[in-house]
């Protein structure tokens, strides 16, 4: 393994309305690992994770994607030349496309190739048996795995995930992380995740990097984040895993 992070962020500032929300943020996600962004609702997770895509711009700071810097000030790659995957909860699927168009839908090249490729993901989310269903047939369950489908699709080298999971009831949303994490894992695609429940970020993290008012305030693995709060709010905030 290398030691050169998939991705990295150095310093990202972005301030709305004179309100600095993000901070100062700096992390990393190294090859084939999942770093979960975890904090609660409002605190900048999302305007970290749309600057890393490129569809928000930092004021400061800058990115790189396996050592290359990609964003800076000044230079600055656009969202589609940036090898990252976009998996967000309100990212629905196109309607009027089957299951297999939507999967398709951002593959260039030879249509039986990509016929392939279509199916050997359709397969590694269970969803081989639908693949000439359209969104509507689906249950919600269903829509996240083909959702997942299409976004590895392209062979992203970057995973960036906004609480990809919360429009899910419970029952099905442990499962369905579960077999996410194992997909990931099998495409070795690094991972961002963004969550505010500290829960989800035990189960799936390598890393977490806990945020507050657009701060990293503590990283670490799982369990010593867990067992060694950096501060009593951070403890309380874990008390409440469900
Ligand atoms: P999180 O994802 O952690 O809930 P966000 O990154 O969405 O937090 O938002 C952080 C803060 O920035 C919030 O107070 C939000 O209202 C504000 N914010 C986000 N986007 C914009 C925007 N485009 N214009 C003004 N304020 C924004
Ligand atoms: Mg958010």
């Given at each position: 393994m290398t030691d050169t992070p998939r991705l990295e962020i150095r310093n990202l500032m972005r301030s709305f309305g004179g309100?600095?929300?993000?901070?100062?943020?700096?992390?990393s996600v190294m090859p084939g690992q999942v770093t979960c962004l975890l904090g609660p609702s409002g605190c900048g997770k999302s305007t970290t994770l749309r600057m890393i895509a490129g569809i928000e711009t930092q004021e400061s700071g800058s990115i790189f994607v396996d050592g290359e810097m990609i964003c800076d000030g000044k230079y600055r790659v656009p969202p589609e030349g940036r090898g990252i995957g976009l998996m967000f909860q309100d990212f629905a699927l196109f309607p009027h496309l089957s299951v297999a168009g939507n999967v398709a839908y951002g593959l260039k090249g030879r249509a039986s190739k990509n016929r392939a490729r279509v199916e050997e993901l359709l397969g590694k989310v269970g969803m081989l048996s639908h693949i000439d269903n359209?969104?509507?047939e689906l249950s919600g369950g269903?829509?996240?795995r083909v959702a997942l489908a299409r976004a590895l699709a392209p062979r992203p080298r970057i995973m960036l995930m906004d609480e990809p999971f919360s429009g899910l009831d419970d029952r099905l949303r442990d499962d369905i992380r579960d077999e996410t994490l194992d997909v990931l894992k099998a495409e070795g695609t690094a991972v961002l995740l963004v969550t505010h429940e500290p829960g989800e970020a035990m189960r799936m993290a390598d890393e977490i990097a806990l945020m507050r008012n657009g701060k990293i305030v503590q990283r670490g693995a799982?369990?010593?984040i867990y067992n060694t709060p950096v501060d009593k709010e951070a403890a309380g905030f874990f008390s409440d895993i469900n």
């Open positions: 309100r600095r929300v993000v901070d100062d943020v700096s992390l359209y969104p509507h269903e829509q996240q799982p369990y010593n």
